[in-house]
Each structure stands twice: as structure tokens, then as C-alpha cells.
């Protein structure tokens, strides 16, 4: 056999062993470089508006969680906190006196349909008093009109008898003392029926007097029962009282609510960082004005990281979360971190896109997507913390 021949032999027989080793190596990896550096991104914006007083911190500076980021006047949230405490200090104040007049509204109440109720019982006891003095006022003016009239026919009697004793004088049939007797008595009986006549007036004017206190004892009577309708009407007003009391509660939750609003709002005026991380893209200076929900920076906490690594959906089928992987970063020279796979995104990446593929339209083309697989790094891997979210990296995982 030729030495040619040989050299020949000897090549194929590397290039199948070289062949076999890299297959070899290479077998149960999946390796893409489309892959990146995340982290959290934290936005930080303003809460409350306000011109900026204080901002001390800079781009690239690392802050602790609770330090302060930026701070935004605070005196008109000041006042306006002192002014909601007023507010619900009066607001307290009123319900107190709310609160109290109910038990007071209760008991007077009570006590006015007592009184009113006695009201009306005197009141129909006066129009009892009244009508019987009506009736005996009319029986004392029948009995003076009886007397009357008897008086007056004794007056018209004894006047008959003096004109018939007086002929019988001139005529010496009867003697002077009788006629003289006659006359007296017929001046008596004049003088008792105008007697009568006053005594028949005065009853009639006791008629009208009995008849006004009659009146007056039915208007008593009448606004006595106006006052006990309106005594009556006392459960309505402590009904009133308990819902004027109700509403004086109310307007104490409202204020406290307010003044609840108003603390919270003066401490927004101090944007602090919800966490320990880098400071980034600082937009904010000192003398500004800003607006509610205005960005001001950005916080990333750099303790947490991980690689989004978007494999070829073929890359997929053996791959699980768990199985270690290495993360190879060019920023230094390709230099690896450990890690492990802990779970794969639920779509591919060009569904989330912002114009999503609609592949009904007839114009289909096969493109093999991307599915995005989140890598964690292992624990202690990036103590230092050199990893930086947009850094690129080469993803290696092991699916055997």
C-alpha cells in the first residue's frame, strides 16, 4: 500500500473520530445567542404634584429601599392636612351634640303628649263648665220671664182694681183706706215686675257671658288638640334627631377619610426607593414642576437577575425546567455563569409582538418561531453583580 493511500486512510479516519466526538459532545445541549440579560425594572414617578426641593441621589448611584429619592414641597400638603383635621375636629363636634339631643328629644317629647293630653282634658272640662252655665243661664231667664210675666199681670190686676176703687171712693161706697191699700199695692206690683225686667235682662246678659266662655272653652279645647297632634308627632322627631345623628357620624367617617387622604399625600411628597437597587435615567432636577404620575427615574435591583434566552421552537422538545444550563457573556470574554432553566414563556415571542402574525390571510409562509425559556442564574454566581439587563449573552443548556 502506497504511503499516499495511507495518508489518505489516516485523514478519513480522523475526520470520522472528530466527527463522532463533536456529535458526541454535542449531543442532549441546545445553544442559542439570541438570548439577553433581565432584570426588574422599577419606574419610579411622582404621586403628588409639586415643585422638587431636594434630589439627592445621581444616575448610576446605588440606593438602599426607604432612601430618599426625590423631594417635592410640602407645605400646601401641610395645610391642607391642618385644615382636614379642623374639619373633622368640627365634624366630631356636631355629631357629640347630635348624639346628645337624641335621649333630650326622646324624653321632651314624651313629656309634651303628657302635657298635652292634660291640655285637652282641662280644655273639655272647661266646655263641660261652660255649656252647663249656658243651661243654667237659660233656666235662670226662663224663671225671670215667668216671674216677669206673673208680676206683670199682678201690675195690670192691682191697676184695674185702683180704677175700680177709685169710682167706688167718689161714690163713698168703700172707704179711703182701702182705696189707699189698692193704690200701694198697685205701685207695689209696678215696682216688683220692673224688677223682674232687670232680673230677666241680667239673666239674658249672663246667657251671653256663659256663651263666651263657651267659645272661649271650645278654642281652648281646639288648640289644645293642635298642641297634642303636634306632641304626637314626637317619634317622628326623634326619628329625625337619630338620622340628623346618623348623618353627623357620617360626615366624621368623611372627614377622617380626609385627613387620611391629606397624610398620605404629604408623605408622597417624599418619593422614596421601594428597594435596594441602581439608580437610571434620572429626569428629574431640582426647582421642577411636576405632575401627578410624571416619571422621574428608574430603580433596577441588581440583586436578581436571570437570561431570556428565545430558543428555536425545535430546541424545545427535551427541554425542562431544572436541567443546568451555562451562560456564556461577551461583555467579559465569553465568561461563564451557572444556572438552570425555571420555566418557559407560555407563547412565542411574535405573538406578543405588537403586530402579531395573522396567518389566515393566504399569504402563509413557515417561519420557525421562538419561544422565550427565563434561565436563572445560580446562587453566589454574580456575588459581584457584573450582569446588567441588555448585556448579551450564549445560552447553553443540557437536556440529559
Partial sequence: MSKRIRIAIGAVVIVVLATSAWLWATAGRETTDDAQVDAHVAPMAARVGGTVTEVPVK??????????????????????????????????????????????????????????????????????????????????????????????????????????FKGLLAKDEIPQQQYDAAVAAAEAAHASADSMRAQVQEAQAGISVAQ?????????????????????????????????ANSADARVLQQRAAVQQAELNLQYTTVRAPMRGIVSRKTVEMGQVVQPGQPLMTIIPLEEVWVTANFKETQLENMRPGQPAIIEVDAYGGRDFKGHIESLAAATGSRFSLLPPENATGNFVKVVQRIPVRIAIDEKQDAQQLLRPGMSVTAKVYTR
Avoid at 438602599?64 to 374639619?87: F, M, S
Avoid at 267659645?215 to 281652648?220: D, F, N, R
Fill in 212 to 244: 263666651s266662655q263657651l267659645m272661649q272653652a271650645k278654642a281652648g279645647a281646639a288648640q289644645a288638640t293642635a298642641q297634642l297632634q303636634n306632641a304626637q308627632t314626637g317619634p317622628q322627631q326623634v326619628s329625625a334627631q337619630r338620622a340628623r
Fill in 59 to 164: 444616575d448610576n448611584q446605588q440606593v438602599d429601599a426607604g432612601a430618599v429619592l426625590v423631594v417635592i414641597d410640602p407645605r400646601d400638603y401641610q395645610v391642607a392636612l391642618d385644615k382636614a383635621r379642623a374639619e373633622l375636629a368640627t365634624a366630631e363636634a356636631d355629631a357629640a351634640a347630635a348624639r346628645v339631643n337624641v335621649p333630650i328629644t326622646s324624653t321632651a317629647a314624651t313629656s309634651n303628649v303628657s302635657t298635652a293630653q292634660g291640655g285637652v282634658e282641662q280644655a273639655q272640662a272647661a266646655i263641660d263648665a261652660a255649656q252647663r252655665g249656658v243651661e243654667a243661664a237659660n233656666a235662670r231667664v226662663a224663671t225671670a220671664q215667668a216671674r216677669q210675666r206673673e208680676a206683670e199681670a199682678n201690675a195690670v190686676k192691682t191697676s184695674k182694681d185702683v180704677e175700680r
